[in-house]
């Protein structure tokens, strides 16, 4: 299956990517979408929608991604 991956602000600096189309296994999770690219960090370190879709910080293990979805990850809101 075929998932685009966004990255956004300090994120896409980190990465050095702003988006990148990924081919995945079928049970593929979005923990291990996460995990791929930043290794053990905590999943709420991130904001993280799925086809615009936010997700909770504390259950990305539970989403399968499937084909054709779009996953955009963000760092945390912070300000004022």
Do not use: C, Q, W, Y
Not at 50 to 55: R, S
């Amino acid at each position: 299956m075929k998932v685009k991956v966004r990255f956004f602000a300090r994120l896409r600096e980190e990465t050095g990517l702003s988006e990148v189309e990924l081919k995945l296994d079928e049970a593929t999770t979005l923990t291990d979408l996460i995990k791929a690219f930043f290794g053990d960090r905590d999943t709420r370190e991130f904001l993280i929608a799925v086809n615009e879709e936010l997700v909770e910080a504390d259950g990305p293990g539970g989403v399968r991604l499937k084909d054709g979805d779009v996953v955009d990850i963000m760092p945390p809101a912070s300000g004022g």
